[in-house]
């Protein structure tokens, strides 16, 4: 079979797919990339060409500014914490032991939960009035008073990282868990026979196997936290003065609550950019990874 | 190949016809409403009911929101012709005029209409001279305070002004009957807003002169002043900078505070012994006004029924909207949320148990105070409340917070 012929039917298999894809998303970022360049608003005038004035605006407001360096804050944290807490999580369930299917199983309980009845949930344990939190911190002693965890700029932000960390470690777990069964028993036997300690021997024989599917887990996990927000929006709306206000909330609040949809989808435009570089970059280095254990 | 497709169509053609006579004789309307405050959600179903046993041809299907996602819900629904009835507050009409959400219903309200409801309420759907939906729900912040713990602090009478009224909370915090005596729903939401017009309207102060921000000075800073004492003198409940209606009704239900901001659904809830611990302690007044300057306060927090641009059934829309304001549908659910009828407001059936609520009610929707009638509302009120979460935080001295909301207000 010819070359040509398979590159015939690779992509005549693939038309289906790409009609939908160009359709669905191919199609709505076209019109937000004409729409960012008008006065539009979202309900009533189709609005005039206004060039390069909305994405001028936007990127000089302090509000850009604040919140991106808000949203950063937040991927970069809850990112790490995910990761680490995943791959230990994975560690420790790789173990022999008794129940170790049904921990398993319930470890992925958190990230199968909706992400809006995950914020509730929290919201209930943070309360400051009746909260399951303050109770205990209090109860054990380490709070002589209950806290207003959402309503102090200091605590609020790192407030609603643990409540993301809490549903997003699992999906790092999972996929650490399926990398670490690919580890071959007799190295580690091998390694452990030559008098390598629990770290040198993740260090050496066990983290070449799981640097890879990690580093895809990371591309998800920053591109999903950039994008971050259902749960802030449920648990604070951006509060206590604005200092939990992420980029997607300021492209909602331009969008919908002002309705410029003009500026709106110059944001929303600009947000895509920063998460495609991002996810570029994180490309790059997965294909370095490969190309090094390979 | 052509032959079968035809039958296929004829198929379809078929089971199609088969679903058109029910679809001819049943008319349906979507509505909009919303899960807090005011009339309950069971509330709301059971009128429903009643409006589609009187109109069996019209089957209407309801949905249910929070207050803050009311309005961008709305909006959104106008591209896909989601709604033909919203609920919507009195803070959006202009807003909604200018961008053909609403249709204007002025030919349609009628003179019994126009003499029997409370001139008032009009404010709630009036824009430009034109009406763009029924009055609904007719609603003020009162202040409501426990009857058990004002008179353990020896206070004979609830405070007639605001000054009073942090002097009264003094006492009771001084007595150690509660650490925190006064909840409000300062949260960063429309919620904040609410309490601080409230206060506005009592330092006789004004959101805007000749359309351009005028809340930087005078009883606009003033009132935020008084927030920003209360909170750092340690008389209100720290935790109000997090509340939203619904929190600072627990928090009073438990007994947790002594004085509270809040719409009249409160006063029955509170009130309930099943769920309540201060049922039949609950005290409510108009709230209070300042020396010299009003006698009392209030924010207009009233909310209105409309047809949408959107909707395909404007008649049986207006219908089902007539129902639901009617005198007698108001009078029969009148615990959560008052009737806007003049004359329910003298009706046994309606004042019966809840005479204190009246008789503040009478005084207090007399009083209300608007928000700001622009089309660019949404930006103000964000604006707004940014400046006093700053202010209460101590990041920034309430003037010049309100400055930088007036900057940002888009005004």
Redesign the interface.
Known sequence: MSGSWMTTRAWLLMLPLLVVMVSVIGWPLVDTVRLSFTDA????TEGNFVGFDNYAKMLSGSNFQRTLVTTTWFAVISVAAEMVLGVLAALLLNQQFRGRTLLRALMILPWALPTVVNATLWRLIYN??YGALNAALTQIGLLDA?R?W????NTALAALIVADCWKNFPLVALIALAALQAVPRDITAASMVDGAGPLARFRFVILPYLVGPLLVALVLRTIEAFKVFDIIWVM???????STRTLSILVY?EA????RAGSGASLALIVTLLVTVLAVAYAALVRKAAGSTA | MLKSFSRMLLGAALIGAAFVPQAFAETSINALFMAQAAYSEADVRAMSEAFTKANPDIKVNLEFVPY?GL??KT??A??SGGYDVVLFDVIWPA?YA????LVDVSSRITDDMKKGVLPGAWTTVNYDGKSYGMPWILDTKYLFYNKEILEKAGIQNPPKTWDELAEQAKIIKDKGLLATPISWSW???EAAICDYTTLVSAYGGEFLKDGKPAFQSGGGLDALNYMVTSYTSGLTN??S??FLEE?VR??FQ?G?AAFALNWTYMYNMANDPKDSKVAGKVGVVPAPGVAGKSEVSAVNGSMGLGITTASKNPDEAWKFITFMTSQATQNQYAKLSLPIWASSYEDPAVTKGQEELIAAAKIGLAAMYPRPTTP?Y??LS?AL??AI??S??G?AKPEDALKGAAENS?L
Request: overall charge negative.
């Open positions: 608003k979202l309900v009533g400051p009035e209950y207003s959402l309503g102090e700029p604070t709306r951006g509060g206590p003065a604005n609040q919908f609550s002002f309705q | 803050e309005h961008d909006v959104l106008q591209g807003e200018s961008n053909n959400v949260s960063q939401a720290p935790n900078k997090e929190d627990k928090v438990n947790e660019k949404q930006e964000t409340q940014q979460q700053e209460l935080l990041q888009g």
